[in-house]
């Protein structure tokens, strides 16, 4: 797995620490990589989606 460092609000942060005390994921990294999953899932499903509409 490669290291990326990104800068993110704290505000989100805390928002994103309370989940990891929730126990919805095991640790701020996971919850990271949950989103970044989501988001490329998104795109995906929108790819998809165009390029059905365009047949």
Do not use: C, H
Not at 31 to 49: K, N
Request: proline letters at 4%; zero cysteines; hydrophobic letters at 35%.
């Amino acid at each position: 797995m490669e290291r990326v460092t990104l800068r993110i609000p704290k505000q989100q942060i805390d928002e994103v620490e309370q989940m990891v005390e929730r126990g919805k994921f095991p640790n701020r990294s996971e919850a990271i990589r949950s989103a970044v999953r989501e988001m490329l899932d998104e795109q995906t499903e929108q790819a998809s989606a165009n390029s059905w509409a365009k047949v």
